[in-house]
DNA sequence: AATTTACTTGTTACCGGTAACGCTGTCAAT
DNA sequence: ATTGACAGCGTTACCGGTAACAAGTAAATT
């Protein structure tokens, strides 16, 4: 059985809360007591027992991470940022993974709710289902989005702009001569939303029109961007170019495109968008939109460490950080080297 | 403020416990009672609150998981696995990434165990210092080393077969024909040991002389057998093959070498470990050894789940899982194509 | 009818901490 | 000498659950 408080207390003839208010660094102890207390500590091997304190302070110095795919390395880049910014705060981690779907996420939020002190969600639900994040919030819950955002919700959000990186990509693909630019759209949630925004965006600024034949959806796994671009290779008429969903759908079209014996970029041009690990060293290195994902965890981390350690509702409460996004040039785009 | 068992019992004019027992399925609760009790609580939102469980009980239905390098897509998979077959189990998962540092793991094991109900480690400890670990499990920690080995501790262990892994790697290149290996090798950790022990077993056993000269350190990130690789061209006398410490290292060398304007396999060949994600996808797809990381995951879970769940101590207590490694033959090492 | 048995519920104490308040003793100011 | 302030430490109650035991009631047995 490990050693408690009262151990020590009984060990020293001194009360519990003597010994609580030297591990906790109270003033009021002296010295003389402070060190009596700590070798004993030291001695005895004391380490708290953090679900008592939880339990009698509420706070349990936890946080709680909800992603949608930890083996993309995007989240994983996140998570790790996350976690160490926690970590400088004096609070550990709780990392659960959604696969996309928005059921479940529902449900891991309300368990991992009741043993953290909050949570930093990239969430895989619909933008314009705020219901149950609204009725979280409205209990008191701290929550942190990240990444994908939630509009409506009185909750701090971190991201990119999506829009300007989708403009971004499209834009580029203009400028080298494509007409007919294709986009694999990822699930219902804001960031798919607006970087398809951002695409018409720019489509209608340089006088394209938007083709609708020309927008399918891939979801954001390398599995759906490979079977769509199966498919639209069979049905023919496919485009010159494709900005896809993120970067693992875009790895999916283009191995569609291997297998049909298709080049990239000479017979079609692909973009992605979030800068996977090892993008710039595939056969095809692949052009994508980049953005700073440790600030974005970090500043997540800050936020929400914030919301749990300030009483008063400050102004961060529903705060916007946009992170800027930054095209990456590489060789899936056709461009010439930069 | 979250509801609690006694504002259900409060308003239904019936116990705590009757309401703690009827949340918990036991069976000696009358089905009317239970209806009336469930309806309560679910029209209350009520969720238990887990740290008074876990004081209680002294269980808290969390898993600690303690990898060396979360962006690394092994140690990512493996912790999707876990996560999985913990969730399933009722447990979370509480995710710490160690970057490699063993003082800093040892730090967040002490830390972790207090909250956790037991560590699933890929520890970066030198395996002739199971000292820490030796304590922990003498005290009732539950742990289980995972990916990497530390002998002599009486705790499950579940990982590949790394010198067949090594030995498979240097096989393939005596077979291609190469008679000048080189070895990167990792850290001062069970795996290192292993695989360099696999190669050196394969040389002597196909005749060829162990040479000091063509093994050299690079620890398991891509950097490290970046500048390993880069000093040793710089030196000179470099060999024919390399086998690298692990995939990221692997790509580390190649990095050196197209810097140099080498040509993998050409004018060397190169080899990893352990299948990280995209390896088939790079510029020059990554020969290597790949073993089921979702089973070494899931059977990491199983085992800490089983030490945690039982009393007595089992069979289980010190058991050895190998899951058996298996070459993958890509470009990186000249074979002709399979 | 008396006793046993099974089923259902309640009581009490405790898990290991902490908050809030109270008590004692010392020392400076009046 | 009295008072007040303050430093240092203790008491009590409580956080929200659960284990262990007790007890009440209804059905079954003798």
């Not at 591990?23 to 010295?31: F, G, L, R, V, Y």
């Not at 009725?135 to 008191?140: K, N, S, V, W």
């Not at 834009?171 to 695409?199: C, M, P, Q």
Request: aromatic share 4%; hydrophobic share 40%.
């Amino acid at each position: 059985m490990p050693t408690t408080l009262a151990d020590i207390a009984a060990e020293l003839g001194v009360s519990k809360m003597t010994v609580s208010r030297t591990i906790n660094n109270h003033p009021a102890i002296h010295p003389n007591t402070r060190e009596r207390v700590l070798t004993v500590a030291r001695h005895m091997n004391y380490r708290p027992n953090q679900h008592a304190r939880a339990l009698s302070t509420n706070r349990a110095h936890l946080l709680g991470l909800v992603v949608p795919d930890l083996m993309h390395s995007y989240y994983a880049e996140i998570a790790k940022a996350i976690e160490a910014e926690a970590r400088a705060a004096g609070y550990e981690v709780l990392i659960c993974n959604t696969e996309e779907d928005a059921a479940s996420e529902l449900r891991e939020v309300e368990a991992l709710l009741h043993r953290t002190d909050g949570l930093i969600i990239a969430s895989a639900v619909a933008p314009n289902q705020p219901g149950a994040y609204r009725r979280l919030l409205r209990e008191g819950s701290k929550l942190v989005l990240i990444d994908r955002s939630i509009e409506g919700l009185k909750c701090p959000q971190v991201t990119t702009d999506n829009v300007a990186a989708g403009a971004l990509v499209t834009e580029h693909f203009i400028k080298l001569g494509h007409r007919r630019i294709g986009h694999l759209r990822g699930t219902n949630v804001s960031v798919a939303h607006d970087r398809w925004e951002g695409y018409r965006q720019a489509l209608t600024q340089h006088g394209l029109a938007y083709d609708e034949t020309l927008v399918r959806a891939c979801g954001f796994f390398e599995s759906g961007g490979y079977s769509a671009m199966r498919d639209w290779l069979k049905d023919g008429n496919h485009p010159t170019a494709i900005f896809a969903a993120n970067d693992p759908a875009a790895i999916g079209a283009m191995r569609a495109l291997a297998e049909a014996k298709l080049n990239v970029p000479r017979d079609i041009a692909v973009a992605g968008m979030g800068a996977i690990h090892y993008g710039d060293l595939l056969s095809v290195p692949l052009t994508t939109v980049d953005w700073d994902k440790t600030e974005l965890g970090r500043q997540a981390a800050k936020l929400l460490i914030g919301l749990i350690e300030t009483k008063e509702q400050k102004r961060d409460a529903d705060r916007r950080v946009i992170v800027p996004p930054q095209l990456v040039i590489r060789q899936s785009c056709g461009a010439k080297a930069t």
